[in-house]
């Protein structure tokens, strides 16, 4: 498989560059110029109201969507100059994703589930998937079908599934839309411990102020466009100027659409 083309070393210093990011479905403008950098280890909240852009953004962050126009740079890459067959190795090999909607295979077992995303790598190693489980503690859940498994216990499944390649960057979106309040607070520390740990840069789309206020920056999007870029605690790598505080978004919404789903679903189904 040829190699994916890096990036300029310029746009390539931070893990995350967008610049006048547009994405339009047909006469809709879901995203109308969003640019932002995000440094690498950073944790970040996405939030907005319902249709503000927040899933389009995370989709085309993580290559299951195409963009119009602008720039998406994201480790080095430039995700508007990959090919269909760079866009797959990008996606396993660079980034962790966690839906709303777990999106495991019903017939197929938690460690079969998380040895799924090794699909791309010859080696299908069985004892790395159980680490993984056993990291989200889930080492007496390997056999278990999804039906078997709780909610919570569904979404460690889909988190050890997306940290298996230990990717640069994890993109969740609302991962705990579809959880209880213990169970989401369970998802949320086993996220931040793992970011922690690992080091991993994290952005996280979520409607909950408790998640927000725990993120060192939160971004928020109204009707396609960045509204604020807040940083709560100094960054210690940060050394772009910001947009100017405002105040904190007071709107928010509770369900959201559900993402949808395209490369991942399809290498799946194999
Ligand atoms: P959010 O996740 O913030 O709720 P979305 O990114 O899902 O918002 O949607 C942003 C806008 O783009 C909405 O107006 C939505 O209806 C539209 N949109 C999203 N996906 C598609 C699509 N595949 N085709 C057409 N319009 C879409
Ligand atoms: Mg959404």
């Given amino acids: 498989m ?32 969003v640019s932002f950098r995000v440094n690498t280890g950073e ?29 998406v740079v994201v480790d080095g ?9 760079q866009m797959v190795r990008y996606r396993a090999e660079k980034v962790g994703f966690v839906f709303q909607q777990f999106h495991l295979v019903p017939y197929l077992t938690a460690l079969e589930n998380v040895m799924l995303a090794q699909y791309f790598h010859s080696v299908t190693d ?13 080492g007496e859940r390997l056999t278990h079908l999804p039906a078997q498994l709780s909610g919570g216990e ?4 889909a988190i050890a599934r997306a940290l298996i ?11 705990t839309g579809n959880l209880d ?14 970011h922690q740990r690992l080091g991993s840069t994290v952005v996280i789309v979520t409607h909950d102020m408790k998640v927000a206020e725990s993120c060192a920056r939160t971004i928020a999007l109204r009707d396609g466009r960045v509204e604020h870029d ?41």
Avoid: C, F
């Fill in 230 to 270: 807040e940083r709560r605690r100094p960054y210690s790598t940060a050394s772009d100027s910001l947009e100017p505080e405002t105040e904190r978004m007071r709107g928010r919404e509770r369900a959201g659409a559900p993402a949808a789903l395209k490369g991942p679903q399809r290498a799946i189904e194999k």
């Fill in 181 to 194: 309040s213990r169970s989401g607070d369970e998802i949320l520390m086993l996220i931040r411990d793992l």
């Fill in 43 to 71: 944790w970040v909240a996405l939030m907005g109201p319902s249709g503000s852009g927040k899933t389009t953004l995370i989709n085309i962050l993580g290559g299951l969507d195409t963009l119009t126009s602008g720039h």
């Fill in 154 to 157: 569904q979404q460690r499944v």
């Fill in 77 to 85: 890459v430039d995700l508007s100059k990959l090919s269909e067959s």
């Fill in 165 to 175: 390649n230990q990717p640069k960057i994890i993109l969740a979106d609302e991962p």
């Fill in 2 to 33: 040829s190699s994916i083309a890096p990036a300029p070393p310029l746009i390539a210093a931070k893990q995350v560059v967008i610049e006048n990011l547009i994405k339009q479905y047909g006469t809709l403008r879901a995203l109308g110029g």
């Fill in 126 to 138: 069985e004892t790395q998937a159980e680490e993984a489980l056993q990291r989200v503690g889930l």
